[in-house]
């Protein structure tokens, strides 16, 4: 028998597609994208195309699995579920006892966005007064620096980009990482739209825009400034809007003009020509996006960098004309569904990118993970690594896969996949949602995020009656001004796809109710109130930048595609410096320790520059992340993987 469901993919990704899924006698067979959803458009990525392969993969997880002998040695032994979670609530018991509820970690992250399979299932956790990581390791910073400027981070929505004049990718991979949005910006160039990539690297979307502009990483402040001036300087600003709009111009107008040409030109390594050109397409293309891109913000200076180039459209007199992540626009209480604004318990919460050292001094005792896989992509990760393999640290683990995670946990439990279970996703580009179905009942034992709560609750006697609250009525409670409809759930619940309501492009949630270009509450804050250009990077060291690949969400799909390539590319005139042919095994050092890679010699990456792909692990077996400080942002606590600087040397000839 054949049928076909309709399902959302629920990745950490901008898309956010509408899947179609084909069924044939309780199998999926094949998976395609919604030709009706007005983002997806029929199509889906390399991942999406494959997660069949994955669903039935030989890396899932089907069944609860405890420890037999020692940490890192040892093997795995199949037990029941009943027997696992009595393992489970008696080790959560005696480290409650012994060691107080703030021992207790638990660390989740996007593998699924699910508000049944992230959110809800958390309310365990809150309820206990366990302790919570602060959710740093990806866009936290940028949100909370675009902020200081604009209130919320919330901006254009992924269908406009049809209508786009110009769209600047700054530090945004679009094509690898927002397959659907790159779909779209393409209509609008075929519109007659102009699109600018600015990137270090000739990323796949720096290779296939109109202009590249190629910044020294980390000198994105100092180029934001340099496009400033030229509008300000020139006249090409829009008075009106700024006289209307906008808070502490003149102080911005000092600002830029302390900047001159030469030192803008010497920190970013960009012709002033150049600048001036990107400066002339904003005054002269409108409406533009600018796409701010999360993989700017993950730098020394990254928040700084969204910050900055969230200021420009603002002088071209548009309203929110950048797009970074709308997530924060929705009138979603997510604080409702995972249970923090229900607890009275107070919850200590932890530096998600800071977490390695913690880990590795014993501070927590129980740590329960599920929805991410930090033992590959936390930087310091031998210190997270090293604190999994303490004796005295209990670890569990519930995924779908066998992750690196699970392979160093005490209790490995198994999860169905987003195809064995209904959710609902709220997309952070565009505002479409509709309920995703379950298409083939779980696979082997697995059971889901909300009942191993529950069953652990129980155990555990725990009494708050919020953590046994039906899930659906407490996603119509948590989503209960979303829509702005009076009959949005029963909508949802019969496959109507609903749109989020937006907040207004021309609201402002500031101290002054305008947008800011010197932000109140960074002067309040002691953060300088205007963006801030670091010290750049480049030294005698390279900058190794790590980003997405289209084959792989973070470390999922190496069951389907096989291991992330063990690449580093680097710059033919570096290449030649070092001695270093394509093929060549290289290490990559610094004071955390060194990995080693096959060089890739290519033109793609400049001088001073390498590039490999994210969260791959060496050749040797070692993780990248095993080399990626866990040096925290000053707004927002966000990550540095892209400040990451090593010294390289040829170990052996490819
Ligand atoms: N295929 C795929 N897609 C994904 C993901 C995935 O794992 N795989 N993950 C999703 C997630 S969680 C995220 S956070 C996003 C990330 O998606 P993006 O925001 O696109 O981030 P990255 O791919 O990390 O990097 C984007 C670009 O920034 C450039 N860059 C690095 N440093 C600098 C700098 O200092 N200045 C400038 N101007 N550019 C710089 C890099 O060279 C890179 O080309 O992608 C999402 N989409
Ligand atoms: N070197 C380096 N490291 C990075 C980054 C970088 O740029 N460079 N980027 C960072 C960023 S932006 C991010 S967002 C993080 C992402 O970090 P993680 O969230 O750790 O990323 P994933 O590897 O996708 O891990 C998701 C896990 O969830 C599991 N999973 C999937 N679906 C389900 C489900 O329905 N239920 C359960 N229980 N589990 C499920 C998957 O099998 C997988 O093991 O990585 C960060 N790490
Ligand atoms: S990973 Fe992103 S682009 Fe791929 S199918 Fe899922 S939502 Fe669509
Ligand atoms: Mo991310």
Not at 258 to 269: A, C, P, Q, S
Request: with cysteine; proline share 6%; aromatic share 8%.
């Amino acid at each position: 028998m054949k049928k076909e469901v309709r399902v959302v993919c629920p990745r950490d990704c901008y898309d956010t597609c509408s899947m179609i899924v084909d069924i044939v006698d309780g199998e999926v067979v094949g998976a395609k994208g919604d030709a009706t959803h007005p983002v997806t458009r029929g199509f889906l990525c390399p991942r999406g195309v494959r997660d069949v392969d994955r669903l039935y993969s030989s890396d899932r997880v089907l069944y609860p699995h405890v420890r037999v002998g020692k940490k890192p040695k040892g093997s795995f032994r199949r037990v029941s579920w009943e027997h696992a979670l009595d393992v489970v609530v008696d080790r959560l018991r005696s480290v409650i006892e012994e060691f107080g509820p703030r021992s207790i970690l638990h660390v989740e992250y996007a593998g699924n966005m699910g508000l049944l399979t992230w959110y809800l299932p958390q309310r365990l956790w809150y309820a206990l007064g366990a302790s919570r990581t602060d959710y740093s390791i990806c866009s936290k910073s940028g949100h909370e620096a675009i902020s200081l400027h604009y209130g919320l981070s919330y901006g254009v929505l992924p269908e406009e980009l049809l209508s786009m004049k110009l769209i600047v990718f700054w530090g945004f991979n679009a094509r690898v990482g927002a397959p659907h949005l790159w779909a779209l910006s393409q209509e609008a160039r075929k519109a007659g739209g102009c699109l600018v990539a600015i990137d270090p690297r000739k990323s796949e979307t720096a290779e296939a825009s109109d202009l590249w502009i190629s910044p020294k990483p980390g000198s994105d402040v100092a180029l934001a400034y340099g496009v400033m001036k030229h509008l300000i300087e020139n006249n090409l600003v829009d008075r009106e809007f700024i006289e209307k709009h906008t808070h502490g111009f003149d102080r911005l107008r000092e600002e830029v003009s302390r900047w001159d040409v030469k030192r803008i030109e010497d920190l970013t390594g960009v012709g002033w020509s150049q600048i001036e050109e990107l400066g002339n397409l904003y005054a002269e293309r409108k409406p533009s996006a600018t796409m701010i891109g999360i993989g700017l913000q993950k730098g020394v200076c990254g928040a700084e960098a969204a910050r900055a180039a969230s200021l420009i459209p603002t002088l071209v007199g548009i309203h929110r004309g950048f797009f970074y992540s709308n997530s924060r626009g929705w009138q979603v209480d997510t604080a409702y569904l995972t249970g923090e604004s229900l607890t009275e318990k107070e919850c200590w919460t932890v530096s998600q990118v800071a977490l390695g050292k913690l880990v590795e001094e014993g501070v927590f005792k129980f740590i329960y993970v599920y929805n991410s896989n930090p033992a590959q992509t936390l930087p310091n990760q031998l210190a997270f690594r090293r604190g999994l393999l303490r004796d005295d640290v209990f670890v569990v683990v519930h995924d779908t896969h066998w992750s690196e995670t699970a392979k160093l946990a005490d209790v490995v439990l198994p999860a169905p996949t987003f195809l064995e279970k209904e959710d609902l996703v709220i997309p952070y580009s565009h505002s479409l949602v509709l309920r995703s179905e379950k298409a083939v009942e779980p696979l082997g034992e697995s059971r889901d995020e909300l009942w191993v709560m529950k069953q652990l609750a129980k155990r555990l006697g725990v009494e708050e009656k919020w953590v046994y609250e039906e899930p659906w009525a407490a996603v119509e409670k948590a989503l209960s001004n979303a829509f702005g409809e009076e009959d949005f759930f029963n909508k949802l619940m019969s496959g109507e796809a609903l749109r989020l309501r937006p907040k207004p492009r021309n609201e402002y949630q500031t101290p002054t109710g305008k947008i800011e270009f010197c932000s109140v509450i960074a002067e309040a804050r002691g953060i300088p109130p205007l963006p801030k250009q670091h010290v750049p990077l480049i030294n005698k060291r390279y900058v190794l930048l790590n980003t997405a690949t289209s084959t792989y969400t973070h470390t999922q799909f190496q069951d389907v595609y096989g291991p992330i390539p063990p690449l580093v590319y680097i710059n033919p005139a570096d290449a030649e410096e070092e001695g270093v042919e394509g093929g060549d095994e290289v290490m990559l050092c610094n004071e955390l320790g060194c990995i080693k890679l096959k060089a890739v010699v290519s033109d793609r990456v400049p001088k001073g520059v390498l590039w490999s792909p994210r969260q791959c692990t060496d050749l040797d077996g070692v993780p990248q992340n095993a080399i990626i400080p866990d040096r925290r942002q000053e707004i927002g606590g966000g990550p540095t993987f892209n400040s990451t600087t090593v010294w390289l040397k040829r170990v052996s000839r490819g």
